[in-house]
């Protein structure tokens, strides 16, 4: 689909990002199953490191800057059910278990052009929250899986139900 001059998303609704996990798939071939138990905000995190170029002489007076590392993470709170599927995934995914895959998205995965990352994830996150009015909230904090057999990477959906992995720095208009 080529792309657009002209906004095609004028009513994007936060509350259209998904999250999914995949345990009974496997890297290549996932079977995605929505967490529903997202409650708050989810959010995706994506920035760059600021690797600084040093100069020295007449051209020294502006610093300038090359990209490094991307430091991706996805958070959000879900509802604390003990019995939940969702809920039992996202704590799982810690020290002493395996990370899990995950998908996030902007819109659901029937959706064509969300976009978002999936891959291999741990939970660095597992704080519970009992306000004295309103329902227990457990937070998450997902990073990328170092020596993971299923690589976080960038995602699109150029096809409904299909993330197909995504260069980010294509610009192909």
């Known amino acids: 689909m080529p792309i657009s001059t002209t906004i095609t998303e004028c ?3 936060g509350s259209n990002m998904r999250l999914y996990y995949n345990i009974s798939g496997d890297c290549a071939t996932p079977v995605y199953v929505e967490h529903v138990g997202i409650v708050g905000d989810l959010q995706i995190t994506d920035t760059s490191d600021e690797n600084q170029l040093m100069r020295r002489g007449s051209l020294g007076t502006i610093k300038t800057f090359n990209p490094g590392d991307e430091d ?3 958070s959000g709170t ?3 059910d003990g019995n939940y599927q969702g809920f039992l995934v996202i704590n799982s995914a810690r020290k002493g278990n395996s990370a899990v895959d995950f998908l996030i998205l902007t819109g659901p995965l029937t959706e064509v052009n969300s976009v978002g990352y999936r891959g291999k994830w741990w ?3 597992r704080s519970i929250s ?3 009015e309103g329902e227990q909230e457990a937070s998450f904090n997902l990073k990328p899986a170092a020596c993971s057999d299923c690589a976080v990477r960038a995602v699109k959906i150029a096809v409904a139900n299909t993330a197909a992995d ?3 720095s294509v610009f192909s208009g």
């Open 78 to 80: 879900q509802i604390v």
């Open 123 to 125: 939970n660095f996150e």
């Open 11 to 13: 009513t994007n609704d």
């Open 166 to 168: 995504w260069d980010t």
């Open 72 to 74: 991706v993470s996805v």
């Open 130 to 132: 009992g306000p004295a």
